[in-house]
């Protein structure tokens, strides 16, 4: 902004005051300015017969960036105010050139020109000689030092205007200064101007011509002397206050006292030829202190040595209240910029093409920019804006700078850190007499979260119109506001029938009162309720839900309403109901299973605790199912425990529970029982149940099953020792021949705790030397020849003597010992059959037992090949033993195995035949050379017509499948000449030797 002045001075005077009226310059209204900084400034000058003085208001900034769109009119009703000239100008191109900004009527009235003349063209295009004048310069040099300016006054002359001109120039604020215009009264300069006007006439006319106070100091002997209106500045008649230096420091501010003479001191000492000024605080004589603009000059005498200061005393207090009011409106202006993410920005267009463009900090941070990396340039924004959305852009601003439309338009940008980021452009073009563009100014709002919420909000309405679960919305009075279409498809109410409804309308009449109650009493003190309810459709039917509802808050934490979201779980209840129930119950028979069965028994446990009742639990599993599902297929086995588990429920009573919790595995619960023998009686009913045939199809099938029983308090306390205590029953009757029950006795567990004790002991055993090797030899009935040796294992512990077979193999097996015991059979037999070889004595072949679950082994067959190897054994001396029941248990893997062996050259023969329920078809294909016939069978032989027929029978099959026979347990005359008659030629027992060491052997074969 500009305000000039012009005031005739003395001629012997080295300086001039400003003629500015006092009425005039409380005229001075909003401008911006910096705290701190001076509104008003007057300046003195030694050039000419007549001075100029510079009036003006600063605005600045605390950042850099040009002015808000609003500034410049904002500022041009401010300065109208004004008598005087004020002009407001913006750097472009960096703050080389100038373009004016603001241009007030008094300025108009002083240069000839109009607003629509100036405005938003270049200084030097309109005041064509400000370069020559030191004006543009001055200028210049007060934006880039941020530092006041002040131009005496002269003559300013160009191709259209002439007259006595000053300029006072104040910075705004970084590409924004503010110029003050000074043009003395015509008549005034002509009074100057002429030589007859004498000093005191000439320093009565300035005097008279300006309401500021003029005073004049002596340094060194303190005099001082003040015009009228000095003191009417400060409220005091003229006939008021001594003209002393004691008087001028006493009306000084207390906080400005030293600051004003440490100026003066320096200024005198620095016999700086320009002006001196300083702004201070002054009381008034209402008490009040008034902020004045103290400027002056020294006054030399011929020797140089000064001799006196003049000056004038500006009244600024109505600026510093302006100032103080465009201070904090430009702060509320930021405050709103920052708080709307908000930032400013202006573009020179020339010839049609946007130059330089400028812009705030804050849309330097809005863009993703670094602080003060914007270099102005279209590019470098143009690169900033998102690839899809860079076209629509650039059509956009080419319209709004050719003048066509306005700038309003969303679009995204890509930030330095790679995010990308929503704005909101809008902005309007400037124009120039002729209608041309030439300058575009407007903000950028970062809308970035408006946009998340925007989605937010349309996924929240696509969530709310196309959720399964119903939503409802009430408010505090629990008046349904709205509902969405799942709340009508589960309820069957639309949403005309229940807006402005009470949710109670569904209540179903299965809860309390109490239960209501808790549910607000928990959703008021939480905000949640979360749990299901039943409620009632529209059509009378009732339905369960889940449901959640919780408070809605506003942005004060204030409850405004309540949001329920239920869904119908009908399906899932069944689905829950039905998961419930295959957890605790086996899904093929739908009898309770192992888990329901132990909580039962807990319970049941407890019960007859308290009661001194007795309770059983009866463990049975069916004897050889495998067979059934090995030969007629799993889906028959699976329908015969079917059959099984129905015919179990009819015979138990109400009270008793059957649990199945194994393949073919199965246990009782014998509940509120009076005696043990009750138990048994029970028990004796299910095994016949079992034994009953079962029609399948067209086939009948026969079962048997093996049945242990313990009893509570007697056999075990706890479910779990009555558990292993039946289940240890169980084997018992197994190992007895099947289809039986047995009663589970402590001797048992003795039996039990003994072979755990073998367990360890036989690990031990097999390093030390206990085991060794008895034989057995297989005669020729006939000839009393002497064809083969079946070896044998024997225990003779350090402890307790010999420990028959019968004991340690099936501990061995149950423990997995028995791979160990195999292996250590088969080398040691194969070294002694590799010894008697070497020695000439005829053995014919060592037949060794193997184990089921030896031949199970993947890596069987390399174990046997490995002990032929080391022992240099031929294989034909070589026949392993496999009993009939482990060989059906994997029959694909004993084919493999044996025809493996078969190929080395070793034979094989099933043991045990006729007590495993062999599988003709399987009988067939398996590779073994040899039937060795129970000793069950031979036991009664001739005199059993059963066993005869069987023995017969077994002899007959392995004829007609080109086997060899082989009678075990022969221990008399006749059974051999039996079987010799029918056919089996070759025999093992009492009748030829006991088992008996390799020494007997030898002694025997010499």
């Known amino acids: 902004m500009l305000c000039w002045a012009a005031t005739p001075a003395p001629r012997n005077w080295p300086f001039s005051s400003n003629p500015v009226r006092a009425s005039e310059e409380r005229k001075v209204s909003e401008g911006a300015g ?10 003195w000058a030694p050039e000419g ?33 004004l008598n005087s000239g004020a002009v407001v100008c913006e750097a472009l191109d960096q703050g080389s050139e100038y373009r004016i900004a603001t241009f007030n009527r008094a300025a108009e009235a002083i240069e000839g020109l109009s607003r629509q003349q100036v405005i938003g063209k270049e200084l030097n295009s309109v005041f064509t000689a400000a370069e020559d004048f ?25 191709d259209r205007i002439c007259g006595w001109r000053e300029y006072s120039i104040k910075p705004i604020r970084p590409g924004l200064v ?56 400060l409220g005091y008649r003229p006939d008021e206050l001594d003209e002393t230096e004691a008087m001028w420091r006493g009306l000084m501010h207390p906080d400005d006292r030293a600051l004003v003479f440490t100026s003066l001191q320096s200024y005198l000492r620095a016999q700086d030829k320009s002006s001196w000024q300083v702004e201070y605080r002054m009381r008034c004589r209402n008490g009040e202190y008034s902020w004045i603009l103290a400027r002056g000059a020294r006054m030399e005498n011929a020797g140089g040595t000064s001799v006196t200061m003049l000056g004038v005393h500006i009244d600024i207090n109505e600026q510093k209240r302006l100032e103080q009011r465009l201070q904090e409106k430009d702060l509320k202006n930021r405050l709103a910029m920052a708080a709307g993410a908000m930032g400013s920005w202006s573009a020179k267009v020339t010839s049609g093409a946007i130059g330089e463009i400028t812009w705030s900090d804050g849309l330097e941070q809005i863009m993703g920019m670094k602080p003060g990396s914007f270099r102005g340039e279209f590019q470098q924004l143009r690169a900033c804006i998102h690839p899809e959305d860079v076209m629509r852009w650039q059509d956009d601003v080419m319209l709004f700078q050719s003048g066509a439309k306005e700038h309003d338009l969303e679009f995204r940008v890509i930030a330095l850190d790679g995010t990308v980021r929503w704005v909101h452009a809008q902005g309007q073009a400037c124009r120039n007499d002729q209608g041309e563009v030439t300058m575009l100014i407007g903000v950028t709002q970062d809308i970035t979260r408006r946009k998340a919420d925007e989605l937010r909000l349309r996924q929240a309405a696509a969530v709310f119109a196309d959720t399964t679960e119903g939503v409802v919305i009430t408010d505090l009075e629990a008046a349904i506001l709205d509902v969405n279409a799942a709340f009508e498809t589960v309820t069957g109410y639309s949403r005309e029938e229940v807006l402005g409804q009470n949710p109670r309308l569904l209540k179903s009449g299965r809860h309390d009162s109490a239960f209501y109650e808790e549910l607000w009493s928990t959703l008021i003190e939480t905000g949640r309720w ?32 309540y949001v329920a979201v239920f869904a119908d779980i009908s399906m899932s209840k069944q689905t829950q109901d039905r998961l419930h129930f295959l957890s605790n119950h086996d899904p093929l028979t739908g009898l309770a299973n192992r888990l329901l069965f132990d909580a039962l028994l807990k319970k049941r446990i407890e019960a007859a605790h308290r009661h001194r009742s007795m309770l059983a639990v009866v463990y049975f599993d069916l004897d050889n199912f495998k067979a059934v599902n090995d030969s007629l297929g799993h889906l028959v086995g699976d329908e015969l425990l079917q059959l099984l588990a129905d015919r179990l429920i009819r015979t138990l009573r109400t009270s008793d529970t059957v649990a199945r ?32 045939p079962f029609l399948i199809g067209k086939e009948r099938l026969y079962s048997t ?10 056999d075990g306390g706890g479910y779990v020792e009555l558990m292993n205590n039946a289940d240890m029953a169980m084997y018992r009757a197994k190992e007895l021949g099947r289809n039986r029950i047995f009663t589970y006795s402590q001797e048992m567990s003795e039996a039990s705790k003994r ?96 184990a089921g679950s030896q031949i199970q082994q993947v890596d069987f067959v390399d174990t046997v090949a490995n002990a032929i190897a080391k022992s240099a054994l031929p294989p034909e001396c070589l026949e392993l033993e496999v009993t009939e029941s482990f060989m059906m248990k994997g029959i694909d893997t004993s084919i493999d195995q044996l025809d493996r062996l078969k190929t080395m050259g070793i034979a094989t023969s099933i043991d045990d035949f006729g007590t495993g329920y062999s599988s003709l078809a399987y009988l067939k294909r398996l590779p073994v050379s040899k039937l060795k016939i129970d000793q069950s069978f031979i036991a009664h032989l001739p005199d059993d017509p059963n066993d005869s027929a069987v023995t017969e029978a077994v002899i007959a099959l392995a004829h007609a499948l080109k086997l060899e026979l082989v009678a075990e347990g022969v221990e008399r005359e006749d059974q051999a000449a039996f079987l010799d008659a029918h056919g089996c030629h070759i025999a093992q027992g009492y009748l030829y030797s006991k088992p008996v060491p390799a020494a007997a052997i030898e002694r025997m074969l010499a």
Not at 145 to 155: A, H, V, Y
Not at 552 to 561: M, S
Request: glycine residues 10%.
């Open 34 to 43: 910096r705290a701190g900084q001076p509104l008003l400034a007057h300046g």
């Open 49 to 81: 017969d007549c001075t100029l003085m510079a009036m003006g208001t600063a605005n600045t900034t605390t950042g850099p960036g040009p002015a808000s769109a609003s500034e410049p009119l904002l500022t041009s009703e401010v300065l109208d105010c």
């Open 134 to 158: 030191g004006l543009a310069r001055s200028i210049r040099d007060a934006d880039r030092q941020q530092e006041s300016r002040f131009l005496p006054g002269r003559i300013y002359k160009d």
């Open 178 to 233: 503010l110029v003050l215009i000074s043009s003395l009264d015509a008549k005034v300069v002509a009074s100057l101007q002429r030589d007859t006007v004498d000093s005191d006439r000439r320093y009565e006319l300035l005097a008279e011509s300006t309401l500021d106070g003029i005073w004049e100091w002596e340094p060194t002997s303190g005099s001082l002397h003040v015009s009228d209106h000095w003191k009417q500045q």
């Open 530 to 561: 979360k749990g299901e309810i039943w409620n009632r459709r529209k059509n009378g039917s009732i339905y369960p839900s889940l449901c959640s509802i919780s408070t809605v808050l506003d942005g004060l934490r204030g409850a405004k309403g």
């Open 661 to 692: 919790i194994g393949g073919d595995e199965f246990v009782l619960l014998l509940d509120e029982l009076t005696s043990a023998e009750q138990a048994s009686r029970i028990a004796e009913k299910v095994l016949k149940a079992v034994q009953a």
């Open 705 to 714: 099953c093996s049945m242990g029983i313990s009893l509570y308090p007697q």
């Open 755 to 850: 072979g755990a004790l073998l367990i360890s002991d036989i690990g031990f055993a097999l390093g030390s030397g206990q085991f060794s090797l008895y034989y057995q030899p297989q005669v020729h009935i006939a000839s009393r020849q002497v064809k083969g040796l079946e070896v044998l294992l024997r225990w003779t512990h350090p402890e307790i003597g010999a420990v028959p077979p019968s004991q340690f193999i099936p501990v061995a097996e149950r423990s997995g010992l028995i791979r160990e015991l195999g292996e250590y059979v088969l080398t040691q037999a194969c070294y002694q059959a590799r010894l008697w070889l070497d020695q000439d004595i005829g053995f014919g072949y060592l037949a060794v037992n193997v």
